[in-house]
């Protein structure tokens, strides 16, 4: 059964409902997050370690020059008295370029822990969980959303994820480690320069919280730009042998300029708010070095604090707080763009899967391919229903031809027999089992499938033929060759069955195309044959070649035909005919003839085609 939709839709949640989902998805990373939070925290120590040595070695060389006691340091180091002042002075430097090769060793172990956190987990893991879920989507799915939409979930969107927990969480919880550890020690050396230089903090978070509520409509805003502009690159490529015959290149290349300029104009609003942005928290955190300056040298000449362990490391301090501060720009501009991305991608995620498996489903790894339709309604998602009220038995072996004009239900009939759809009333039954009980994979795998237009991958010949069935032996993907009559063909080709076809096997004729999609299907051994119109498109002659190849296909297999020609329905145990959704008629072709009604209307037309074409043959022919 379908799954209910989400009772709000992911469009809808809030931000902290994303922010809450985002940090559970990290969680499952936990134990990579805590080392590169932990290597931070060493780093962390390190650095005060360092600055700290640094301003014990100003008041030691103060303290020569000019007799000032040095004071209690916060490393409670106690240097030698009797060594002389250069050996002192050396052993503080030997620390701290210790410390400073320490510190660049464990930053490279902290780039190499974030890129095999964010990208050689996260990203990968995250995608193949996306693309998991596209393939158990339903068509409807598909028909909802194009494919330059979906491409852009699966590739940036799912950056906008990565960079959520690299730039926001991971760098959030830094910012909070770092600011707590400076503030304390900053405390520590003088409480009241401390309250004096972050007098300013609470305007940071307010412009913050203000910079948020602006950019958030302008990165979704942007986003949609941008997928726009990638959705009529996709269609200019597909579609270039169209404007090339209409002369529209000029057109199609002032349409793209078009939308790639409005997401270009679009960046400059983002880009001319967070240039405004980064300068006014850098001017913030610059007020706070103006009072150290001024407050600090005040306590400093008055014996309050020391120079080196106090002011000159307070300075230090103070700088690496402001630039954590700072860091709130960038994660302020990363969890608008990383939100927008995340919010997609879990449009996928938690789209319902509308055709999947039962609880306790049938297992059938053999249909015997009988299918009957008990009062069968489909239809789309608010729309009129496609097929209404069918009731149809087709008996295992027997070949059903389907004819009806464009929109008469045809190709959505057939569709509810793989289950790609399930029918809004009524059931489709196989082997005298609801359809919907059966195993999804057992039910498909017993159906062979040959479209009007088909689709093969940029993969060898034998890998094409055997998609449905990778475990296929040499000798098997030959046979089904053999009975789609292709094997000819194929030998000619520059590796045969392992000749590499290009993109959706362009470099194949229609005919050939079509004889590897029958071998791909037969090769499944398939109880239930479903052909939507696959001569619709060839010329007389290949057709001739692909019927023999579909009459050695359809021998013994439950068949389903879309067909218009009457070279095709000939071939059918029984006729229907469809129009409004409905069967209109139903026979043998002899019975069809012999009453008034679409079929008959049709067959006439073709046959005074027919006659046409034969007398125009005997008048080229005639001396």
């Not at 967070?274 to 928290?281: C, D, E, K």
């Not at 000749?499 to 029958?518: D, M, P, Y």
Request: with cysteine; net charge neutral.
């Amino acid at each position: 059964m379908p799954d209910a939709l989400p009772s709000q839709p992911v469009a809808a949640l809030p931000n902290w409902t994303l922010v809450r989902r985002l940090f559970g998805l990290a969680w499952r990373y936990w134990l990579h997050c805590l080392q590169v939070l932990t290597i931070h925290l060493v780093l962390l120590t390190m650095g005060i370690a360092g600055l700290s040595l640094t301003g014990v070695g100003i008041d030691y060389i103060r303290q020569k020059i000019d007799g000032t006691p040095p004071g209690t340091n916060t490393l409670h180091l106690t240097l030698p008295a009797d060594w002389p002042y250069w050996q002192v002075l050396a052993l503080l430097a030997g620390f701290i370029l210790l410390l400073a090769l320490c510190r660049a060793f464990l930053n490279y172990a902290y780039a190499v822990s974030v890129n095999r956190l964010v990208q050689q987990r996260l990203v990968v893991d995250l995608r193949g969980e996306v693309y998991d879920k596209l393939q158990r989507l339903s068509f409807r799915f598909f028909d909802a959303n194009n494919t330059s939409s979906i491409i852009t979930r699966v590739t940036s969107d799912v950056q906008g994820v990565r960079m959520f927990v690299d730039q926001v969480l991971i760098q959030s919880v830094i910012m909070v480690i770092s600011l707590t550890v400076y503030l304390i020690y900053m405390v520590n050396l003088s409480p009241s320069l401390t309250l004096a230089c972050l007098a300013t903090t609470p305007l940071l978070w307010l412009l913050s919280a203000w910079h948020t509520r602006r950019t958030q409509p302008e990165y979704a805003q942007n986003r949609t730009l941008v997928e726009r502009m990638i959705q009529m690159f996709v269609e200019g490529i597909q579609g270039i042998a169209v404007t090339k015959a209409f002369g529209r290149e000029a057109e199609s290349r002032a349409r793209f300029e078009s939308a790639n300029n409005a997401v270009l104009a679009q960046q400059h609003i983002i880009f001319w708010r967070v240039s405004l942005f980064s300068p006014a928290i850098g001017f913030l955190t610059r007020i706070n070095m103006m009072v150290l300056l001024g407050y600090g040298g005040l306590l400093v000449m008055r014996g309050q604090l020391p120079l080196g362990t106090g002011l000159v490391v307070f300075v230090g301090l103070l700088e690496q707080f402001s630039g954590q501060v700072n860091n709130i720009a960038t994660i302020v501009n990363s969890v608008q763009q990383s939100l927008i991305g995340s919010r997609r991608v879990f449009e996928i995620l938690d789209a319902p899967i509308e055709v999947r498996s039962a609880p306790g489903a049938i297992r059938r790894p053999r249909l015997t391919g009988e299918v009957r339709f008990e009062n069968v309604t489909f239809a789309y998602d608010g729309a009129e229903a496609a097929v209404r009220d069918i009731d149809l038995t087709v008996k295992p072996g027997q070949c059903v031809a389907i004819l009806g004009a464009t929109g008469a239900g045809k190709s959505a009939l057939m569709s509810l027999v793989p289950r790609f759809f399930d029918p809004t009333a009524g059931r489709v039954l196989i082997d005298g089992i609801d359809a919907r009980q059966l195993e999804l994979d057992d039910l498909r795998r017993g159906i062979g499938l040959v479209f009007q237009e088909s689709f093969l991958f940029s993969n060898t010949v034998a890998a094409n033929i055997a998609f449905g069935h990778p475990g296929a032996t040499a000798a098997q993907i030959e046979r089904a060759a053999r009975i789609a009559a292709a094997h000819e063909f194929i030998l000619q080709l520059p590796k045969g069955y392992g000749t590499v076809l290009g993109e959706s096997g362009n470099s194949l004729s229609g005919g050939q195309r079509q004889r590897l999609a029958i071998a791909r299907a037969v090769l499944l051994e398939p109880a239930i044959l479903l052909l939507d119109d696959p001569t619709a498109a060839i010329d007389s002659e290949t057709e001739h070649e692909i019927f023999e190849a579909l009459d050695r296909a359809i021998a013994g297999r439950t068949t389903f035909i879309v067909a218009h020609r009457l070279s095709t329905l000939r071939r059918a145990d029984f006729i229907i005919v469809m129009a409004g959704g409905r069967i209109v008629q139903r026979g043998t072709h002899e019975q069809l003839m012999r009453e008034q009604g679409p079929y008959l209307h049709v067959a006439s037309l073709q046959l005074v085609d027919d006659r046409d074409l034969q007398q125009l043959k005997l008048q080229e022919a005639a001396p």
